[in-house]
């Protein structure tokens, strides 16, 4: 039975990249790389990137983090609440580590200074999404704490963020504004936190008056676009899911690639571009899918699940849409069953 490829096109990254930074202008791309780059691998996605000039990356967690330390020595973010061991580990490596909760924030700079390695912390205002961050109410007393600890020389405060729910332009407006007030009281106490962050692909490619002096931006980058989205200009997806058919059944072909490289099952009625054109998916098994066939379909023949094709474009963004999800679930699936060919 045939194995199942994503192949990734550097160039298409590449391009990806300089379409993201040129429409942030002024604000700094973060590149987030979670979930091994939505799908694609972080190892290859870090050099291209540097070399392409991003000097901020996003981990989201410690682990992930020290994988992009390993890789580049530009600034590394990670924001997720971690472990006393993970911590240590960032801090000796100079992750930045972002904080949304006070204890959190004692175990740092406890770390810190035990250490003795003064580290970088981004302080997270809850805007309203409700996961994690320091409420408005608690921001003064959490930035009493992290001042204190930056005059002793064990941190320093170096950015605030939070992350906009992107539900409605009045609730991401509202959002900005408790952003704004939180920076603003961050400053009037002393502190100069430099980096800026509050939005990711969808705000910061829509609303520029919402970016701050940076931009934590994961999707666009590798081409997803969001739910219910448009088609952006100057980017594409970066990857092909391709599978080969292994058998021509009558009216059917089946090719190898099934729930269990992570196709989702009810993804069964969408269209995959094949040889003879768009075609439905029949049924999708544990290690294979059943296709309608095609005048002349043949074993061997590729079949394209998603991505730029032949035969037009399916994205796995609309593949999402069928099971009410975003495009870089379908990508964050797939296991390392499914071979990652890395293309120019
Ligand atoms: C995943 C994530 C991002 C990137 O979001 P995209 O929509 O993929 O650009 C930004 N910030 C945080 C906190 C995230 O978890």
Not at 36 to 58: K, L, N, Q, R, T
Not at 178 to 200: C, D, W
Request: proline letters at 3%.
């Amino acid at each position: 039975m045939s194995t199942p490829v994503l192949e990734i096109s550097r160039g298409a990254f590449r391009a990806n990249l300089a379409a993201v930074r040129a429409r942030l202008g002024e604000s700094q791309l973060m590149l987030v790389m979670k979930d091994d780059a939505y799908g694609h691998g972080i190892d290859w996605a870090v050099s291209e990137a540097e070399a392409a000039g991003v000097s901020w990356f996003g981990g989201y967690d410690i682990p992930t983090a020290l994988r992009i330390r390993a890789l580049t020595s530009q600034r590394v973010y990670a924001w997720a609440t971690s472990s006393a061991s993970e911590v240590e580990a960032a801090i000796r490596a100079g992750i930045e580590l972002g904080i949304g909760s006070t204890a959190y924030l004692a175990a740092v700079i406890a770390r810190a200074e035990l250490l003795g390695i003064r580290t970088a912390l981004h302080l997270k205002i809850d805007t309203g999404l409700h996961r994690n961050g320091f409420r408005p109410e608690d921001w003064a007393a959490a930035v009493g704490i992290a001042r204190a600890a930056e005059e002793r020389g064990s941190v320093r405060i170096a950015g605030v963020w939070s992350h906009l729910a992107e539900a409605s332009d009045e609730e991401d407006d509202a959002a900005q504004a408790v952003f704004l007030e939180a920076v603003r009281h961050l400053e009037a106490v002393g502190g100069t936190p430099e980096a800026l962050h509050l939005t990711a692909s969808a705000a910061a490619w829509w609303r520029p008056e919402l970016r701050g002096t940076l931009s934590r931006i994961g999707a666009f980058c590798y081409g997803i676009r969001s739910a219910d989205g448009p088609v952006l200009d100057g980017l594409s997806l970066i990857s092909r899911l391709v599978a080969t058919v292994d058998a021509v059944e009558g009216d059917t072909v089946r090719v190898g690639l099934g729930a269990f490289h992570g196709l989702p099952s009810v993804l069964q009625g969408a269209e995959v571009a094949t040889p003879g054109g768009l075609r439905r998916i029949v049924r999708i098994d544990g290690d294979a899918t059943t296709v309608a066939a095609w005048p002349g379909a043949r074993i061997g023949d590729r079949v394209i699940v998603f991505g730029p094709g032949d035969d037009g474009e399916s994205d796995a963004t609309a593949l999402a849409e069928r099971m009410d999800t975003v495009g870089e679930e379908i990508l964050t699936r797939l296991t390392p069953a499914v071979s990652r060919l890395l293309g120019p």
